[in-house]
Protein backbone atom coordinates (compact mmCIF):
# COMPACT_ATOMS: atom_id res chain seq x y z
CA UNK A 1 0.00 0.00 0.00
CA UNK A 2 1.09 3.69 -1.10
CA UNK A 3 2.16 5.69 1.80
CA UNK A 4 0.33 8.76 2.17
CA UNK A 5 1.42 11.76 3.44
CA UNK A 6 0.45 11.80 7.76
CA UNK A 7 -0.27 15.37 8.11
CA UNK A 8 0.95 16.45 11.54
CA UNK A 9 3.84 13.40 11.81
CA UNK A 10 6.37 15.66 9.98
CA UNK A 11 6.33 19.16 8.89
CA UNK A 12 7.25 20.30 5.57
CA UNK A 13 11.02 20.54 3.80
CA UNK A 14 11.92 22.49 1.44
CA UNK A 15 12.56 19.19 -1.61
CA UNK A 16 13.88 18.78 -4.92
CA UNK A 17 14.01 21.52 -7.59
CA UNK A 18 12.04 20.30 -10.85
CA UNK A 19 8.63 20.03 -8.86
CA UNK A 20 7.34 22.64 -11.15
CA UNK A 21 7.65 20.22 -14.35
CA UNK A 22 4.85 18.83 -16.53
CA UNK A 23 1.84 21.57 -15.22
CA UNK A 24 -1.13 21.53 -17.39
CA UNK A 25 -1.63 24.71 -19.18
CA UNK A 26 -3.12 27.71 -17.61
CA UNK A 27 -6.94 28.06 -17.40
CA UNK A 28 -8.75 28.94 -20.33
CA UNK A 29 -9.37 32.81 -20.66
CA UNK A 30 -12.93 31.69 -20.12
CA UNK A 31 -12.25 30.38 -16.75
CA UNK A 32 -12.14 31.79 -13.20
CA UNK A 33 -9.29 30.85 -11.39
CA UNK A 34 -10.18 29.30 -7.63
CA UNK A 35 -6.42 30.49 -5.98
CA UNK A 36 -7.10 28.84 -2.30
CA UNK A 37 -7.82 25.38 -3.95
CA UNK A 38 -4.59 24.23 -3.77
CA UNK A 39 -1.75 24.03 -1.22
CA UNK A 40 1.22 26.19 -0.71
CA UNK A 41 3.73 22.93 -0.32
CA UNK A 42 3.37 22.16 -3.42
CA UNK A 43 5.78 24.98 -4.99
CA UNK A 44 8.36 22.88 -2.68
CA UNK A 45 7.32 19.23 -2.82
CA UNK A 46 9.01 17.00 -5.08
CA UNK A 47 6.57 15.44 -8.00
CA UNK A 48 5.90 11.72 -8.72
CA UNK A 49 3.65 10.23 -11.56
CA UNK A 50 0.51 11.50 -12.40
CA UNK A 51 -2.40 10.27 -10.91
CA UNK A 52 -5.42 9.67 -13.02
CA UNK A 53 -7.48 6.51 -11.90
CA UNK A 54 -8.06 7.58 -8.12
CA UNK A 55 -11.37 8.29 -6.34
CA UNK A 56 -11.27 11.84 -4.81
CA UNK A 57 -14.17 13.27 -2.67
CA UNK A 58 -14.44 17.02 -2.20
CA UNK A 59 -16.40 19.84 -1.63
CA UNK A 60 -17.68 22.81 -3.89
CA UNK A 61 -18.50 25.51 -1.85
CA UNK A 62 -20.86 28.03 -2.84
CA UNK A 63 -21.68 31.37 -1.90
CA UNK A 64 -24.33 31.29 1.04
CA UNK A 65 -26.44 34.02 -1.04
CA UNK A 66 -26.24 31.88 -4.12
CA UNK A 67 -27.45 28.32 -3.12
CA UNK A 68 -30.00 29.19 -5.66
CA UNK A 69 -27.31 28.48 -8.57
CA UNK A 70 -26.62 24.85 -6.60
CA UNK A 71 -28.72 22.89 -9.77
CA UNK A 72 -26.77 24.67 -12.44
CA UNK A 73 -23.20 24.40 -10.66
CA UNK A 74 -24.44 20.29 -10.19
CA UNK A 75 -25.78 19.88 -13.51
CA UNK A 76 -21.72 21.30 -14.94
CA UNK A 77 -20.15 18.25 -13.01
CA UNK A 78 -22.24 15.80 -13.17
CA UNK A 79 -21.77 17.10 -17.02
CA UNK A 80 -18.51 15.93 -16.75
CA UNK A 81 -18.28 12.78 -15.03
CA UNK A 82 -18.78 13.45 -11.48
CA UNK A 83 -21.21 12.03 -9.10
CA UNK A 84 -22.69 15.28 -7.20
CA UNK A 85 -24.34 14.72 -3.88
CA UNK A 86 -27.40 16.62 -2.30
CA UNK A 87 -26.47 20.14 -1.29
CA UNK A 88 -25.42 20.53 2.00
CA UNK A 89 -27.92 23.57 2.43
CA UNK A 90 -26.92 24.95 5.94
CA UNK A 91 -22.98 25.68 4.99
CA UNK A 92 -23.63 26.04 1.05
CA UNK A 93 -21.70 22.77 0.01
CA UNK A 94 -22.16 20.41 -2.69
CA UNK A 95 -20.36 16.88 -2.21
CA UNK A 96 -18.59 15.41 -5.49
CA UNK A 97 -16.56 12.62 -6.35
CA UNK A 98 -15.10 11.40 -9.06
CA UNK A 99 -11.61 9.83 -10.83
CA UNK A 100 -8.58 12.36 -10.69
CA UNK A 101 -8.67 12.60 -14.21
CA UNK A 102 -12.14 13.66 -15.36
CA UNK A 103 -11.76 16.22 -11.67
CA UNK A 104 -9.10 17.45 -13.54
CA UNK A 105 -10.39 18.28 -16.85
CA UNK A 106 -13.64 19.68 -14.81
CA UNK A 107 -11.12 22.09 -13.00
CA UNK A 108 -8.32 23.08 -15.54
CA UNK A 109 -5.57 20.86 -13.54
CA UNK A 110 -3.95 17.76 -13.52
CA UNK A 111 -3.09 15.37 -10.27
CA UNK A 112 -0.16 13.64 -9.24
CA UNK A 113 1.76 11.90 -6.61
CA UNK A 114 3.63 14.48 -4.56
CA UNK A 115 6.49 13.68 -2.04
CA UNK A 116 7.10 15.98 0.78
CA UNK A 117 9.19 14.63 4.15
CA UNK A 118 9.63 11.08 3.14
CA UNK A 119 5.46 10.84 2.72
CA UNK A 120 3.09 11.01 -0.46
CA UNK A 121 0.01 12.89 -1.40
CA UNK A 122 -2.15 13.23 -4.24
CA UNK A 123 -2.87 17.26 -5.12
CA UNK A 124 -3.35 19.45 -7.93
CA UNK A 125 -0.70 20.57 -10.20
CA UNK A 126 -2.01 23.73 -9.68
CA UNK A 127 -5.31 26.00 -8.66
CA UNK A 128 -8.48 24.69 -9.65
CA UNK A 129 -10.65 26.93 -12.39
CA UNK A 130 -14.09 27.23 -13.04
CA UNK A 131 -16.06 28.30 -16.12
CA UNK A 132 -16.82 32.43 -14.92
CA UNK A 133 -20.82 31.62 -15.65
CA UNK A 134 -21.01 29.64 -12.41
CA UNK A 135 -19.76 32.78 -10.62
CA UNK A 136 -21.52 30.76 -7.14
CA UNK A 137 -18.71 29.22 -7.01
CA UNK A 138 -16.27 30.64 -4.36
CA UNK A 139 -13.54 27.70 -3.73
CA UNK A 140 -13.06 23.55 -3.74
CA UNK A 141 -12.14 21.72 -0.31
CA UNK A 142 -10.14 18.10 -0.02
CA UNK A 143 -9.11 17.88 -3.49
CA UNK A 144 -5.22 17.06 -1.50
CA UNK A 145 -6.04 13.10 -0.90
CA UNK A 146 -3.86 12.38 2.36
CA UNK A 147 -4.32 10.88 5.37
CA UNK A 148 -4.63 14.41 6.52
CA UNK A 149 -5.45 14.06 10.41
CA UNK A 150 -4.29 11.84 12.88
CA UNK A 151 -5.38 10.93 16.61
CA UNK A 152 -3.24 12.71 19.63
CA UNK A 153 -3.31 10.22 22.11
CA UNK A 154 -0.29 9.61 23.60
CA UNK A 155 0.22 6.12 25.55
CA UNK A 156 3.17 6.07 28.20
CA UNK A 157 6.47 3.81 28.27
CA UNK A 158 5.25 1.92 31.32
CA UNK A 159 1.89 0.53 30.57
CA UNK A 160 0.62 -1.87 33.32
CA UNK A 161 2.25 -5.46 33.07
CA UNK A 162 0.47 -9.16 34.14
CA UNK A 163 1.49 -9.82 37.72
CA UNK A 164 2.41 -12.93 39.14
CA UNK A 165 0.43 -15.76 37.87
CA UNK A 166 -1.85 -13.56 35.59
CA UNK A 167 -2.00 -13.60 32.14
CA UNK A 168 -3.75 -10.08 31.45
CA UNK A 169 -2.88 -7.04 33.09
CA UNK A 170 -4.58 -6.11 36.34
CA UNK A 171 -8.03 -4.05 36.22
CA UNK A 172 -7.51 -0.50 37.02
CA UNK A 173 -8.21 -1.05 40.69
CA UNK A 174 -4.89 -3.01 41.07
CA UNK A 175 -2.76 -1.90 38.18
CA UNK A 176 0.45 -2.11 39.92
CA UNK A 177 3.40 -3.44 38.38
CA UNK A 178 5.80 -3.11 41.15
CA UNK A 179 7.01 0.37 40.20
CA UNK A 180 4.24 2.57 38.90
CA UNK A 181 2.73 4.87 41.74
CA UNK A 182 -1.56 4.65 42.66
CA UNK A 183 -0.48 8.35 43.05
CA UNK A 184 1.55 10.85 43.33
CA UNK A 185 4.63 9.89 45.55
CA UNK A 186 2.99 6.86 46.65
CA UNK A 187 6.61 5.06 45.34
CA UNK A 188 9.50 7.01 44.57
CA UNK A 189 12.82 5.34 43.03
CA UNK A 190 15.72 5.11 45.67
CA UNK A 191 17.83 5.45 42.13
CA UNK A 192 16.73 9.05 41.16
CA UNK A 193 19.50 10.25 39.67
CA UNK A 194 20.84 13.42 41.80
CA UNK A 195 21.67 15.69 38.86
CA UNK A 196 18.21 16.07 38.24
CA UNK A 197 17.17 17.60 41.39
CA UNK A 198 13.38 18.66 41.71
CA UNK A 199 11.56 19.60 44.31
CA UNK A 200 8.24 16.92 43.51
CA UNK A 201 9.21 13.14 42.41
CA UNK A 202 6.87 10.17 41.75
CA UNK A 203 7.26 7.04 40.01
CA UNK A 204 5.15 7.58 36.73
CA UNK A 205 1.36 7.15 38.06
CA UNK A 206 -0.07 3.49 37.03
CA UNK A 207 -3.22 5.95 36.04
CA UNK A 208 -5.99 7.12 37.09
CA UNK A 209 -9.75 5.83 37.39
CA UNK A 210 -13.18 7.22 36.37
CA UNK A 211 -13.10 8.78 39.86
CA UNK A 212 -10.19 10.39 39.85
CA UNK A 213 -10.45 12.24 36.75
CA UNK A 214 -13.51 14.30 38.48
CA UNK A 215 -11.27 15.02 41.34
CA UNK A 216 -8.78 16.58 38.64
CA UNK A 217 -11.51 19.28 37.96
CA UNK A 218 -13.15 18.97 41.33
CA UNK A 219 -16.35 18.32 40.08
CA UNK A 220 -18.93 18.20 42.92
CA UNK A 221 -20.44 14.67 43.41
CA UNK A 222 -24.14 16.29 42.38
CA UNK A 223 -23.23 17.17 39.09
CA UNK A 224 -23.37 13.76 36.53
CA UNK A 225 -23.75 15.06 33.32
CA UNK A 226 -28.01 14.13 33.28
CA UNK A 227 -29.70 15.85 30.38
CA UNK A 228 -25.61 16.57 28.66
CA UNK A 229 -25.74 15.60 25.29
CA UNK A 230 -21.91 14.98 24.09
CA UNK A 231 -20.62 14.14 20.50
CA UNK A 232 -17.16 12.50 19.75
CA UNK A 233 -15.93 12.55 16.13
CA UNK A 234 -12.84 10.50 14.95
CA UNK A 235 -12.17 7.99 12.11
CA UNK A 236 -13.91 4.64 11.60
CA UNK A 237 -15.95 2.58 14.53
CA UNK A 238 -14.95 0.04 16.67
CA UNK A 239 -18.64 -1.66 17.76
CA UNK A 240 -17.06 -3.25 20.97
CA UNK A 241 -16.27 0.66 22.91
CA UNK A 242 -19.58 0.33 24.70
CA UNK A 243 -18.76 -3.29 26.72
CA UNK A 244 -15.20 -3.01 26.79
CA UNK A 245 -15.91 0.47 28.55
CA UNK A 246 -18.92 -1.47 30.85
CA UNK A 247 -16.68 -4.09 31.74
CA UNK A 248 -13.95 -1.71 33.36
CA UNK A 249 -16.28 0.65 34.82
CA UNK A 250 -17.47 -1.83 36.46
CA UNK A 251 -14.46 -3.50 37.47
CA UNK A 252 -13.10 0.20 38.56
CA UNK A 253 -16.49 0.87 40.88
CA UNK A 254 -17.85 3.27 38.38
CA UNK A 255 -21.25 3.62 36.36
CA UNK A 256 -21.25 1.65 33.00
CA UNK A 257 -23.43 2.90 30.44
CA UNK A 258 -27.40 2.29 31.27
CA UNK A 259 -29.18 0.64 28.14
CA UNK A 260 -28.97 3.46 24.87
CA UNK A 261 -26.75 5.91 26.41
CA UNK A 262 -24.51 5.42 24.41
CA UNK A 263 -24.98 5.55 20.69
CA UNK A 264 -22.40 4.64 18.13
CA UNK A 265 -22.26 5.97 14.04
CA UNK A 266 -20.68 3.97 12.18
CA UNK A 267 -19.29 5.74 8.64
CA UNK A 268 -21.23 4.53 5.84
CA UNK A 269 -17.99 3.33 3.27
CA UNK A 270 -15.02 3.15 5.78
CA UNK A 271 -11.89 2.92 3.86
CA UNK A 272 -9.56 0.73 5.56
CA UNK A 273 -6.29 0.57 3.72
CA UNK A 274 -6.03 4.34 4.86
CA UNK A 275 -4.77 6.26 7.44
CA UNK A 276 -3.22 3.41 9.65
CA UNK A 277 -6.92 1.30 9.28
CA UNK A 278 -9.27 1.19 12.27
CA UNK A 279 -6.94 -0.11 14.89
CA UNK A 280 -5.45 3.17 14.52
CA UNK A 281 -8.09 4.74 15.35
CA UNK A 282 -9.72 2.75 17.81
CA UNK A 283 -7.54 3.27 21.24
CA UNK A 284 -8.72 7.12 20.43
CA UNK A 285 -12.67 5.84 20.86
CA UNK A 286 -12.08 4.02 23.43
CA UNK A 287 -10.02 7.08 25.11
CA UNK A 288 -12.69 9.62 24.24
CA UNK A 289 -15.74 7.79 25.10
CA UNK A 290 -14.29 6.50 28.54
CA UNK A 291 -13.37 9.80 29.69
CA UNK A 292 -16.30 11.25 28.88
CA UNK A 293 -18.05 8.70 30.45
CA UNK A 294 -16.11 8.94 33.77
CA UNK A 295 -16.75 13.33 33.77
CA UNK A 296 -20.25 13.03 33.32
CA UNK A 297 -21.48 9.26 33.74
CA UNK A 298 -25.53 10.28 33.57
CA UNK A 299 -24.55 12.38 30.25
CA UNK A 300 -25.57 11.03 26.72
CA UNK A 301 -22.50 9.97 24.26
CA UNK A 302 -23.28 9.81 20.55
CA UNK A 303 -19.82 8.17 18.88
CA UNK A 304 -19.95 9.47 15.24
CA UNK A 305 -16.97 7.53 13.06
CA UNK A 306 -15.68 9.10 8.86
CA UNK A 307 -15.42 7.05 6.26
CA UNK A 308 -11.52 7.86 7.04
CA UNK A 309 -8.96 10.67 8.47
CA UNK A 310 -9.13 12.85 5.19
CA UNK A 311 -10.04 16.65 5.64
CA UNK A 312 -13.29 16.34 3.62
CA UNK A 313 -14.41 12.64 5.57
CA UNK A 314 -13.83 14.40 9.17
CA UNK A 315 -15.40 17.56 8.20
CA UNK A 316 -18.40 16.58 6.69
CA UNK A 317 -18.89 14.32 9.67
CA UNK A 318 -18.86 16.78 12.24
CA UNK A 319 -21.49 18.45 9.73
CA UNK A 320 -23.78 15.44 10.51
CA UNK A 321 -23.30 15.60 13.65
CA UNK A 322 -24.43 19.42 13.61
CA UNK A 323 -27.54 18.60 11.78
CA UNK A 324 -28.65 15.81 13.69
CA UNK A 325 -28.78 18.75 16.41
CA UNK A 326 -28.56 16.04 19.04
CA UNK A 327 -25.63 17.72 20.51
CA UNK A 328 -24.72 20.48 23.24
CA UNK A 329 -20.46 19.81 22.97
CA UNK A 330 -18.70 18.14 20.01
CA UNK A 331 -14.88 16.47 21.09
CA UNK A 332 -12.10 16.10 18.26
CA UNK A 333 -9.24 14.62 19.31
CA UNK A 334 -7.38 14.86 15.90
CA UNK A 335 -4.97 17.15 14.34
CA UNK A 336 -2.94 18.12 11.46
CA UNK A 337 -0.26 20.73 11.33
CA UNK A 338 -1.71 23.88 10.19
CA UNK A 339 0.02 24.95 7.06
CA UNK A 340 -0.57 21.78 5.16
CA UNK A 341 -4.59 22.67 4.53
CA UNK A 342 -5.36 24.50 2.05
CA UNK A 343 -7.08 28.22 2.17
CA UNK A 344 -10.78 26.40 0.96
CA UNK A 345 -10.01 23.73 3.30
CA UNK A 346 -10.35 25.57 6.40
CA UNK A 347 -13.26 27.64 4.83
CA UNK A 348 -15.41 24.55 4.91
CA UNK A 349 -14.32 23.78 8.43
CA UNK A 350 -15.12 27.18 9.65
CA UNK A 351 -18.40 26.82 7.72
CA UNK A 352 -18.92 23.68 9.35
CA UNK A 353 -17.74 25.45 13.15
CA UNK A 354 -20.25 28.83 12.68
CA UNK A 355 -23.03 26.77 12.00
CA UNK A 356 -22.19 25.39 14.88
CA UNK A 357 -22.37 27.96 16.84
CA UNK A 358 -25.57 28.96 15.51
CA UNK A 359 -27.16 26.05 16.80
CA UNK A 360 -25.32 26.37 20.51
CA UNK A 361 -23.23 23.73 19.77
CA UNK A 362 -19.90 24.12 21.16
CA UNK A 363 -16.84 22.49 19.86
CA UNK A 364 -13.23 21.51 21.02
CA UNK A 365 -10.20 20.24 19.35
CA UNK A 366 -7.25 18.90 20.57
CA UNK A 367 -3.53 21.05 20.00
CA UNK A 368 -1.58 18.14 20.09
CA UNK A 369 0.76 16.37 21.38
CA UNK A 370 4.23 18.07 19.34
CA UNK A 371 4.58 21.09 21.04
CA UNK A 372 5.25 23.59 18.62
CA UNK A 373 6.88 21.41 16.00
CA UNK A 374 9.74 22.92 15.47
CA UNK A 375 13.40 21.44 14.83
CA UNK A 376 14.21 20.80 18.56
CA UNK A 377 11.22 17.90 18.52
CA UNK A 378 10.92 15.41 15.93
CA UNK A 379 9.95 17.87 13.16
CA UNK A 380 12.40 19.01 10.26
CA UNK A 381 11.93 22.73 10.36
CA UNK A 382 9.72 25.34 12.11
CA UNK A 383 7.43 26.36 14.94
CA UNK A 384 3.62 25.46 13.59
CA UNK A 385 -0.14 25.07 15.23
CA UNK A 386 -2.91 22.39 14.91
CA UNK A 387 -5.76 22.81 12.69
CA UNK A 388 -8.62 22.62 13.35
CA UNK A 389 -7.54 23.80 16.70
CA UNK A 390 -6.02 26.82 14.98
CA UNK A 391 -9.75 28.08 13.94
CA UNK A 392 -10.54 30.98 16.05
CA UNK A 393 -14.28 28.99 15.62
CA UNK A 394 -13.52 26.40 17.85
CA UNK A 395 -11.81 26.11 21.32
CA UNK A 396 -8.92 24.67 21.23
CA UNK A 397 -7.43 22.44 24.17
CA UNK A 398 -4.08 21.91 25.61
CA UNK A 399 -2.97 19.92 28.42
CA UNK A 400 -1.30 19.49 31.90
CA UNK A 401 0.90 17.41 33.87
CA UNK A 402 -1.09 16.92 36.90
CA UNK A 403 -0.16 15.07 40.25
CA UNK A 404 -3.22 13.80 42.55
CA UNK A 405 -2.66 13.26 46.22
CA UNK A 406 -4.18 10.11 47.80
CA UNK A 407 -6.72 11.97 49.21
CA UNK A 408 -7.68 13.13 45.79
CA UNK A 409 -6.08 16.49 46.18
CA UNK A 410 -4.05 18.24 43.40
CA UNK A 411 -0.55 17.75 44.56
CA UNK A 412 1.27 19.01 41.85
CA UNK A 413 0.74 20.62 38.66
CA UNK A 414 2.49 22.56 35.69
CA UNK A 415 2.37 22.86 31.38
CA UNK A 416 2.47 19.57 29.60
CA UNK A 417 5.96 20.18 28.21
CA UNK A 418 8.33 17.19 29.02
CA UNK A 419 11.95 16.79 28.68
CA UNK A 420 13.48 13.39 28.65
CA UNK A 421 17.24 12.65 30.73
CA UNK A 422 18.81 8.90 31.47
CA UNK A 423 17.74 7.66 35.09
CA UNK A 424 21.16 6.34 35.59
CA UNK A 425 23.29 9.77 35.13
CA UNK A 426 20.76 12.44 34.39
CA UNK A 427 21.86 13.05 31.01
CA UNK A 428 20.00 14.69 28.50
CA UNK A 429 17.84 12.26 25.84
CA UNK A 430 18.83 14.25 22.60
CA UNK A 431 16.98 16.27 21.46
CA UNK A 432 15.55 16.47 24.70
CA UNK A 433 11.70 17.14 23.93
CA UNK A 434 9.73 14.18 24.27
CA UNK A 435 5.97 15.60 24.15
CA UNK A 436 4.10 18.23 24.90
CA UNK A 437 0.68 19.79 24.32
CA UNK A 438 0.83 22.27 21.35
CA UNK A 439 0.11 25.49 21.12
CA UNK A 440 1.88 29.49 19.58
CA UNK A 441 0.61 31.59 17.26
CA UNK A 442 -1.40 30.83 13.91
CA UNK A 443 -0.13 31.80 10.23
CA UNK A 444 -3.30 32.01 8.46
CA UNK A 445 -5.88 33.49 10.98
CA UNK A 446 -6.16 36.47 12.72
CA UNK A 447 -6.58 37.01 17.05
CA UNK A 448 -9.96 36.88 17.91
CA UNK A 449 -11.44 39.69 19.64
CA UNK A 450 -11.60 38.17 23.01
CA UNK A 451 -7.62 37.68 22.38
CA UNK A 452 -6.89 40.96 21.44
CA UNK A 453 -8.99 42.71 24.33
CA UNK A 454 -7.83 40.54 27.06
CA UNK A 455 -4.40 39.68 26.66
CA UNK A 456 -0.81 41.50 26.50
CA UNK A 457 0.91 39.17 24.02
CA UNK A 458 3.00 39.92 20.78
CA UNK A 459 1.65 39.17 17.11
CA UNK A 460 -1.16 39.73 15.52
CA UNK A 461 -2.26 36.15 15.13
CA UNK A 462 -4.63 33.72 16.92
CA UNK A 463 -3.05 32.48 19.61
CA UNK A 464 -3.42 28.22 21.02
CA UNK A 465 -4.50 26.90 23.38
CA UNK A 466 -7.70 27.95 24.73
CA UNK A 467 -7.74 25.71 27.93
CA UNK A 468 -6.98 22.72 29.24
CA UNK A 469 -6.85 19.46 31.47
CA UNK A 470 -4.63 16.71 32.19
CA UNK A 471 -2.74 14.90 29.38
CA UNK A 472 0.36 13.96 30.08
CA UNK A 473 0.70 10.21 30.13
CA UNK A 474 2.69 9.80 32.95
CA UNK A 475 -0.27 11.11 34.57
CA UNK A 476 -2.46 9.25 32.59
CA UNK A 477 -5.80 7.39 32.22
CA UNK A 478 -6.18 4.06 32.16
CA UNK A 479 -8.29 2.97 29.29
CA UNK A 480 -9.83 -0.53 28.31
CA UNK A 481 -9.62 -2.08 24.96
CA UNK A 482 -7.24 -3.04 21.87
CA UNK A 483 -3.23 -2.67 22.81
CA UNK A 484 -0.69 -4.50 21.55
CA UNK A 485 -2.61 -6.90 19.95
CA UNK A 486 -4.97 -7.79 22.86
CA UNK A 487 -7.90 -5.86 25.05
CA UNK A 488 -6.07 -5.12 28.20
CA UNK A 489 -5.52 -1.80 30.17
CA UNK A 490 -3.43 0.06 29.58
CA UNK A 491 -2.62 4.37 30.46
CA UNK A 492 -2.99 6.95 27.77
CA UNK A 493 -2.42 10.80 27.65
CA UNK A 494 -2.03 13.53 25.47
CA UNK A 495 -4.40 16.42 24.34
CA UNK A 496 -7.03 13.38 23.29
CA UNK A 497 -7.45 13.16 26.98
CA UNK A 498 -7.60 17.06 27.69
CA UNK A 499 -9.79 17.49 25.08
CA UNK A 500 -13.46 15.16 25.89
CA UNK A 501 -12.58 16.42 29.34
CA UNK A 502 -12.63 19.93 28.72
CA UNK A 503 -15.92 19.21 26.51
CA UNK A 504 -17.06 17.65 29.26
CA UNK A 505 -16.93 20.51 32.09
CA UNK A 506 -18.69 22.69 29.63
CA UNK A 507 -21.68 20.24 29.06
CA UNK A 508 -21.59 19.36 32.42
CA UNK A 509 -21.97 23.54 32.89
CA UNK A 510 -24.75 23.42 30.15
CA UNK A 511 -26.94 20.73 31.85
CA UNK A 512 -26.64 22.16 35.15
CA UNK A 513 -27.19 26.19 34.42
CA UNK A 514 -29.03 25.87 31.39
CA UNK A 515 -27.23 28.46 29.61
CA UNK A 516 -27.26 28.64 26.17
CA UNK A 517 -23.69 29.00 24.11
CA UNK A 518 -22.61 28.10 20.99
CA UNK A 519 -18.33 28.89 20.80
CA UNK A 520 -17.47 28.59 24.21
CA UNK A 521 -13.99 30.15 24.34
CA UNK A 522 -15.47 34.02 24.86
CA UNK A 523 -16.99 32.30 27.89
CA UNK A 524 -13.59 30.63 28.97
CA UNK A 525 -11.64 33.77 28.85
CA UNK A 526 -14.19 35.75 30.48
CA UNK A 527 -13.17 33.62 33.58
CA UNK A 528 -9.99 34.52 33.12
CA UNK A 529 -8.41 35.11 36.85
CA UNK A 530 -11.14 33.78 38.46
CA UNK A 531 -11.82 31.04 40.91
CA UNK A 532 -13.64 29.07 37.97
CA UNK A 533 -10.53 28.74 36.32
CA UNK A 534 -7.52 27.01 37.82
CA UNK A 535 -4.12 28.94 36.99
CA UNK A 536 -1.24 26.68 35.62
CA UNK A 537 2.35 27.35 36.26
CA UNK A 538 5.96 25.75 36.05
CA UNK A 539 6.66 23.29 38.97
CA UNK A 540 9.71 21.67 39.91
CA UNK A 541 8.88 18.03 38.88
CA UNK A 542 9.32 14.91 37.17
CA UNK A 543 8.40 11.26 37.02
CA UNK A 544 10.86 8.59 37.33
CA UNK A 545 9.88 5.45 34.62
CA UNK A 546 11.69 2.01 34.36
CA UNK A 547 11.11 2.52 30.05
CA UNK A 548 11.85 4.84 27.73
CA UNK A 549 10.77 6.83 24.62
CA UNK A 550 13.42 3.93 22.97
CA UNK A 551 12.00 0.46 23.40
CA UNK A 552 15.66 -0.76 22.30
CA UNK A 553 17.72 1.85 24.44
CA UNK A 554 20.73 0.49 26.68
CA UNK A 555 19.48 2.47 29.48
CA UNK A 556 15.70 2.22 29.42
CA UNK A 557 15.20 3.77 33.10
CA UNK A 558 13.97 7.56 31.98
CA UNK A 559 13.18 10.74 33.87
CA UNK A 560 10.35 13.14 32.51
CA UNK A 561 11.08 16.12 33.38
CA UNK A 562 7.75 19.04 33.49
CA UNK A 563 7.39 22.18 31.51
CA UNK A 564 11.30 23.58 31.80
CA UNK A 565 10.74 24.84 28.13
CA UNK A 566 12.16 21.63 25.97
CA UNK A 567 11.05 23.72 22.82
CA UNK A 568 9.73 27.21 23.13
CA UNK A 569 6.32 26.81 24.89
CA UNK A 570 6.20 26.93 28.64
CA UNK A 571 3.18 27.60 30.77
CA UNK A 572 2.96 30.98 32.86
CA UNK A 573 0.71 33.20 35.09
CA UNK A 574 -2.65 34.22 32.90
CA UNK A 575 -2.66 32.80 29.76
CA UNK A 576 -0.18 30.93 28.15
CA UNK A 577 0.69 28.71 25.14
CA UNK A 578 1.09 25.32 26.99
CA UNK A 579 -2.91 25.91 28.97
CA UNK A 580 -4.53 28.64 27.48
CA UNK A 581 -6.34 30.44 30.53
CA UNK A 582 -5.77 27.01 32.35
CA UNK A 583 -8.34 24.39 33.61
CA UNK A 584 -11.68 24.96 34.40
CA UNK A 585 -12.46 24.30 38.07
CA UNK A 586 -15.18 22.92 39.86
CA UNK A 587 -18.53 24.66 41.44
CA UNK A 588 -16.96 27.93 40.31
CA UNK A 589 -16.55 26.96 36.51
CA UNK A 590 -19.87 24.91 36.15
CA UNK A 591 -22.23 27.24 38.13
CA UNK A 592 -20.32 30.61 36.03
CA UNK A 593 -19.24 29.20 32.42
CA UNK A 594 -21.53 31.73 30.15
CA UNK A 595 -23.13 34.21 32.73
CA UNK A 596 -20.46 36.53 31.29
CA UNK A 597 -21.40 36.08 27.64
CA UNK A 598 -25.21 36.41 28.89
CA UNK A 599 -24.65 40.24 29.40
Given at each position: MQTRLVIGALALAVLVPGALLARPAPPAADTRTLSDSVPTWVAHAERGAPVTTDTLDFSVLLDPARTDAAPDVAAWLRGAGLQVDDLRESVAVLPVSGPADRVGDAFGTSFASWTTAGATAVAPDRALSVPRALDAVVGVAGVVDADGMRPTVAGPTDDPTPGPGETDARPPVLADDGQCAAYWSERVTDAWPASVDVTHRS???????????????HVPAEYTGEGARIAIVAAYDDPDVEANTNTYFRAAGAQPFRTGQYQHHAPASPDVDRCGGPQSWTEEQHLDVQAVHAMAPDASVAYWGADDCSTTALFTRILDVVEDDQADVISLSFGSTEDLDTADDRALLNRVLVEAASRGISVFASSGNDGDHSDFGDHDEGADVTSPASSPYITAVGATSTGLAADGSVAVEAGWETETRFARNGALIPPGFAYGAGGGESDVYDRPTWQRQLLDEPGTGRLVPDVASIGDPNTGFVVHGPHNGRVEYATHGGTSLAT????????????????????????????????????????????????????????????????????????????????????????????????????
Amino acid sequence: MQTRLVIGALALAVLVPGALLARPAPPAADTRTLSDSVPTWVAHAERGAPVTTDTLDFSVLLDPARTDAAPDVAAWLRGAGLQVDDLRESVAVLPVSGPADRVGDAFGTSFASWTTAGATAVAPDRALSVPRALDAVVGVAGVVDADGMRPTVAGPTDDPTPGPGETDARPPVLADDGQCAAYWSERVTDAWPASVDVTHRSNALCGYQPQQLRAIHHVPAEYTGEGARIAIVAAYDDPDVEANTNTYFRAAGAQPFRTGQYQHHAPASPDVDRCGGPQSWTEEQHLDVQAVHAMAPDASVAYWGADDCSTTALFTRILDVVEDDQADVISLSFGSTEDLDTADDRALLNRVLVEAASRGISVFASSGNDGDHSDFGDHDEGADVTSPASSPYITAVGATSTGLAADGSVAVEAGWETETRFARNGALIPPGFAYGAGGGESDVYDRPTWQRQLLDEPGTGRLVPDVASIGDPNTGFVVHGPHNGRVEYATHGGTSLATPMVASMVALAKAATGVEVGLATPALYDLLGTDAIRDVTPASAATWSPKGPDAGALWPETVFVWDTKPQSLQSAPGWDDVTGVGVPDGRAFIEGFGKESDR
